[in-house]
């Protein structure tokens, strides 16, 4: 059973572009959500999607955006890049009504903006 | 969800059990403790999790004090492989419920 998997794994972009990062889910789930890493803290929640649409946002900028397909994989979008968007994005995933459950997260994008 | 107060950072003798302590003074009844790990530059990596009984899997425990208060996680004999960043969070019984992660407990198994 494959866990959670984020492609791809390393990305450099330029500022001013944009980026798609994607995200498949574990088998079972059905909720995505978004976490930003910046080199020496803790992830910050961007985002969730449930039934491919976004319940809950963390405080991130309108450049954030996500889609979520009905096979529950995700996509994030970042517009108009800055350079302190550089940061490992993670992505996890959980089951909506599972309150005591876990949540499986997968190895992250590196994104560097230069 | 309530917040955590983790220590900074601590050392651990290889072979050694590893204590790791978290508060959380002012969790609610339906606030569940979890325990994650994130090794360097790899993703968070789910350890155990409880309500109110001790836990126990493979590869920690967790002790969880009577009223709730404070939480340990055990890693009964730690190996350098353990060495990582450690992240208690309190998330509630909600649907849809994200995780608010800290700044965690930097641990370092000595050999």
């Known amino acids: 059973d494959a866990g959670v998997t984020q492609s791809p794994t390393h990305l450099i972009k330029t500022r001013g572009q944009q980026v798609t990062l994607r995200c498949s889910p574990k088998?079972?789930?059905?909720?995505v959500s978004w976490y930003q890493q910046a080199l020496g803290q803790g992830p910050q929640f961007i985002f969730q999607?449930?039934?491919?649409?976004?319940?809950q946002r963390g405080n991130f900028p309108d450049r954030f955006s996500g889609h979520q397909f009905p096979n529950y994989s995700s996509e994030l979008n970042v517009n108009a890049l800055l350079l302190g968007d550089s940061a490992l994005y993670l992505c996890?995933?959980?089951?909506?009504?599972?309150?005591?459950?876990?949540?499986?997260f997968g190895q992250g994008t590196r994104l560097t903006v230069v | 969800d309530a917040k955590t107060t983790q220590p900074p950072s601590m050392d651990c003798a290889e072979g050694r059990a590893a204590n790791l302590p978290c508060n959380h003074s002012?969790?609610?009844?339906?606030?569940?403790v979890y325990w994650y790990r994130q090794i360097h530059s790899q993703g968070p990596q789910y350890i155990i999790h409880?309500?109110?009984n001790n836990e126990t899997n493979e590869m920690a425990s967790l002790i969880i004090t009577e009223d709730r208060k404070s939480s340990t996680l055990i890693l009964p004999h730690a190996t350098l492989r353990d060495t990582a960043v450690y992240y208690c969070?309190?998330?509630?019984?909600?649907?849809?419920?994200?995780?608010?992660f800290g700044p965690g407990t930097r641990l370092s198994v000595l050999p």
């Open positions: 996890a995933s959980s089951l909506y009504r599972g309150g005591g459950t876990e949540a499986f």
């Open positions: 088998s079972g789930h059905d909720t």
């Open positions: 999607y449930y039934e491919e649409e976004e319940r």
């Open positions: 002012t969790i609610s009844g339906n606030e569940y």
């Open positions: 409880g309500l109110k």
């Open positions: 969070i309190v998330r509630a019984f909600r649907y849809g419920q994200n995780f608010v």
